[in-house]
């Protein structure tokens, strides 16, 4: 069936089904002029929002549908993770060409809401519309935290140790499979195909970070890691010093930079699309952070290097130093 | 210049300047990965949020950059003021075509942070992204309400008063003349044109409606006059019953009308985005409403029939009744 013959109406009844999972606070959900709730009192709210667009960010096609609707919400549940919060309320508009079939909206809305049953997070409202020629997503997620837990990214300090909460690299891996059509013929392969597709939020890590009281800085990696902390470094006035041989990478990575003959740290560095946390910790508090860490997630708290008070990005790799390129996506060797 | 010239960060620089209007109880404006603001005391927060794509909701060229933002905007605050609360946050995501000068995106934010500036909104974040063909604009914006203030769709009872806080048709009239590429060669024709491309939301209006005690049920009229009260018949469970000569129909209308052959009340009745306020008031409170209304804001506060216990949709023209289209856009005549 084509989007077209449901009708916007139509479509809205179709999808609301789940979208409420935590009634609590929450006056008015989908069907009204605007969705109504109450922020915790006490706290900030945060709102963050991502429009994906077909062709720049992804391919029909190249993704299922259900992952398509899994990446659009995870990728905002990572803003509200990066800046120590709560997710809460999120907004879908969603712009559909006539002849893409309903069935595949339906799979995008069934991805979003797994994910946002997963992290109690309710789907309040959004505009649900037409398009001429790409399929168009945006999604706007509210969240709330207490002022003094909120994670910046202008608080690093020169001499903070520069963290971050999972593996970088995977999923630019994973992209390339995709672009260059090559088949995942084996269990790494898959598992850098999946870190690019379902791109896990890490909600509970950006909690625990802020509740530490260890952290002065953080953001989510999406851009790329050294772009990710150029920001950092550009709002907090320090510099950077990362070492190469410190960033966590997957043996799934290895694997396929050796099969493909790519550098893994290349990956690493200029990624993007992650997803984990990085960011700066008090020194005199990251070894317990990082015990607690690893006691609480089964997982160590990476650190790869130190803030610097000389403004400078460096990366320190078989002993020499050299210029850390601050380039994400638009720097990626290749590209 | 191009947008593909200027680049993300660059374009975030150069749109961001004049965004933050009212700084009080905003932690975070642009810049971090998402922003943080106050929610009053004791308030619900509402969102609300819309999706404009090129070739289905504009077409560049038919409408300034500035109008073009304006809009986008207007229709996000008119559902806040449908809902009787105040707009303060809003969120832009943009994605914008290479060959598309910046020019044209800077006008569009002038407009925005026009509007946004005149109802004390800040423009507190957003997304910029790139689009292979089509202009995308989604605005979503968080106001806030006291709950027992809050104007739901869902109150209406049988008797109340359907009241319309300004005139419908216009907008209708004036995207004729887009659509049809008609020259707008006289006062009445630019009004028109006007009210399509520049319609002002009734923030103020909703506010009072919302605190008079008097409305039991609100919506903006967005999908057409007939459908809009479509949706709040069928959220309240009551019929509705107008009179197709209460319905304020402006004398530009009227002149579009005669000049072109088309029938008013039809473009009263179905025409759309006119922006205004419909709804149900307390019989037993409405006149002293509408004196109210009409001594705050020096124009009429129209009573155009009332909500009825039939469940059913009537128009009262002529002397006769017939059933009242529920159409909106979709059932426009020669649409």
Redesign the interface.
């Known amino acids: 069936m084509e989007f077209r013959d449901v009708?916007e109406f139509g479509f809205i009844r179709r999808i609301q089904r789940g979208c409420l999972v935590r009634p609590d606070g929450v006056?008015?959900a989908i069907?009204?002029?605007?969705?109504?709730?109450?922020?915790p009192?006490g706290e900030?709210?945060?709102?963050?929002?991502?429009?994906l667009?077909?062709?720049?960010?992804f391919l029909r096609g190249a993704a299922s549908p259900e992952d398509l609707g899994h990446k659009a919400l995870a990728v905002n549940l990572s803003?509200?993770a990066?800046?120590g919060?709560t997710a809460r309320?999120a907004?879908v508009?969603?712009?559909v060409p006539g002849d893409c079939p309903v069935e595949d909206v339906d799979g995008i809305y069934r991805g979003m809401r797994a994910l946002a049953g997963e992290f109690e997070v309710n789907i309040?409202?959004?505009?649900t519309?037409?398009?001429?020629?790409?399929l168009?997503i945006?999604v706007?997620v509210?969240?709330a935290?207490r002022?003094q837990e909120?994670l910046?990214?202008?608080g690093a300090r020169p001499g903070d140790w520069i963290f971050l909460s999972g593996g970088v690299g995977d999923s630019r891996a994973g992209l390339h499979l995709v672009v260059e059509g090559l088949p995942a013929d084996d269990d790494g392969l898959r598992a850098l195909l999946r870190a690019h597709h379902r791109p896990r939020p890490h909600m509970a890590e950006g909690r625990f970070l802020a509740r530490s009281g260890a952290v002065r800085a953080a953001?989510?990696v999406s851009d790329g890691l050294s772009a990710d902390l150029a920001h950092v470094a550009e709002?907090s006035g320090v510099g950077i010093c990362i070492a190469a041989n410190r960033l966590p990478l997957s043996k799934h990575l290895a694997a396929f930079c050796r099969r493909f003959g790519f550098d893994p740290v290349a990956y690493g560095l200029a990624g993007g699309e992650d997803y984990v946390l990085a960011g700066a910790a008090d020194p005199a508090k990251a070894p317990a952070l990082a015990r607690q860490f690893e006691a609480r997630f089964r997982r160590p708290l990476y650190f790869i290097g130190e803030m610097t008070g000389d403004g400078r990005m460096t990366l320190v790799q078989d002993g020499k130093q050299r210029p850390l390129p601050s380039g994400g996506w638009?720097h990626f060797p290749g590209k």
Do not use: W, Y
């Not at 069907?31 to 109450?38: E, N, R, T, V």
């Not at 900030?44 to 429009?51: N, P, S």
């Not at 309040?124 to 505009?127: A, E, I, P, Q, T």
């Open positions: 009708g006056a008015l069907g009204d002029d605007a969705a109504a709730f109450a922020v009192g900030l709210a945060l709102v963050t929002t991502d429009l667009v077909e062709r720049v960010h803003d509200i990066a800046m919060g309320e907004f508009s969603i712009a309040l409202g959004g505009d519309t037409g398009s001429r020629a790409d168009v945006n706007a509210v969240g935290v002022e909120m910046r990214r202008d953001i989510d709002a638009d």
